[in-house]
């Protein structure tokens, strides 16, 4: 099953920026349709952005102008860039695979890694 180790949060002040990476492996990552989501406490866990094999990208509407997906497939990463943070974008992060047809995400998740926007 694919393996999934994110990084790069940490605390930060509301207008700040972050950028976390995702090193995926097991996966043919190339093929793969990748995405960053976020699970605030007491909320459940929601699509942030996701990019597909050939690049194109989709956003929340809650993060659309702020956030910025990438990924470079020679490293198996994926990229999220975080500008304007917001306290409400205080979350755990994480990166997974998914379906780009149905955007189900693969079964197994990493550790995440936790964002905190302090205003």
């Known amino acids: 099953q694919v393996q999934l180790v994110e990084s790069g949060g940490g605390l930060v002040q509301a207008g700040g920026s972050l950028r976390l990476s995702c090193a995926a492996s097991r996966i043919i990552f190339r093929l793969t349709a990748m995405g960053w989501y976020r699970q605030a406490p007491g909320k459940q866990r929601e699509l942030v952005a996701g990019?597909?094999?050939?690049?194109?990208?989709n956003y929340a509407d809650s993060v659309k102008g702020r956030f910025t997906i990438s990924r470079d497939n020679a490293k198996s990463t994926v990229y999220l860039q975080m500008n304007s943070l917001k306290p409400e974008d205080t979350a755990v992060y994480y990166c997974n695979a998914y379906d780009h047809r149905t955007l189900i995400p693969f079964p197994s998740w990493g550790q995440g890694t936790q964002v905190t926007v302090s205003s």
């Open positions: 990019i597909t094999s050939n690049g194109i990208t």
